[in-house]
Antibody, heavy 121, light 107 residues
Framework: EEQLVESGGGLVQPGGSLRLSCGASGFSFDDYAMHWVRQAPGKGLEWVSGINWNSGTMAYADSVKGRFIISRDKAKHSLYLQMNSLRPEDTALYYC??????????????WGQGTLVTVSS | DIQMTQSPSSLSASVGDRVTITCRASQSVGNYLNWYQQKPGRAPKVLISIASSLQGGVPSRFSGSGSGTDFTLIISGLQPEDVATYYCQQSFITPLTFGGGTKVEIK
């Protein structure tokens, strides 16, 4: 069974940093593009960032460009999101999501249960 | 960036009703359009990809259509378990973008 487990969320002050992790199991992690999608409390879905199978393509939403960095570790079957210069509007549940393919950033297949990030003083 | 506009933002219908949700893109996305269902307290689940391709395990009362800029999700025969928020998403180009969601309730 495919499984995605996020960790690393928590309370952080504005301007602070946080690193989210996502452990993948039950599928060939190296073959698939991966994404981070977030959902602010009571709000809709927002794509944050995606990375293709070999880390050759990475893309970001305008709202996080220059502040967040996506990466993946083949050996650890893990996806990461380094979040810097955090703002209150970054407060959200962050989902780790598997794509349906490897090369292009397109679709959201399997989702984790999310990790909550709260940015507040 | 491609803006996705869904309507209505919410609706209330009776069990057995036909429900129609529309999604409009600010520019053509071809047929690169997906639909997701999110039940309260749960992660989203993909229902339909490439505008009209029903995902495995999704009941046949769900259907999708459209291309270019205008798309439709139809639930033909609303069931109590369909209470959820539905989102469209364009997969044509990054940044990938979602519609604002349509909350479906039972009358």
């Amino acid at each position: 069974e495919e499984q995605l487990v996020e960790s690393g969320g928590g309370l952080v002050q504005p301007g602070g940093s946080l690193r989210l992790s996502c452990g993948a199991s039950g599928f060939s992690f190296d073959d698939y593009a991966m994404h981070w999608v977030r959902q602010a409390p009571g709000k809709g879905l927002e794509w944050v960032s995606g990375i293709n199978w070999n880390s050759g393509t990475m893309a970001y939403a305008d709202s996080v460009k220059g502040r967040f960095i996506i990466s993946r570790d083949k050996a650890k079957h893990s996806l990461y999101l380094q979040m810097n210069s955090l703002r209150p509007e970054d407060t959200a549940l962050y989902y780790c999501v598997k794509d349906t393919g490897g090369s292009h950033l397109r679709n959201f297949d399997d989702w984790g249960q999310g990790t909550l990030v709260t940015v507040s003083s | 960036d491609i803006q996705m506009t869904q309507s209505p933002s919410s609706l209330s219908a009776s069990v057995g009703d036909r429900v129609t949700i529309t999604c409009r893109a600010s520019q053509s996305v071809g047929n690169y359009l997906n639909w997701y269902q999110q039940k309260p307290g749960r992660a989203p689940k993909v229902l339909i990809s490439i505008a009209s391709s029903l995902q495995g395990g999704v009941p046949s009362r769900f259907s999708g259509s459209g291309s270019g800029t205008d798309f439709t999700l139809i639930i033909s025969g609303l069931q109590p378990e369909d209470v959820a928020t539905y989102y469209c998403q364009q997969s044509f180009i990054t940044p990938l973008t979602f519609g604002g969601g349509t909350k479906v309730e039972i009358k």
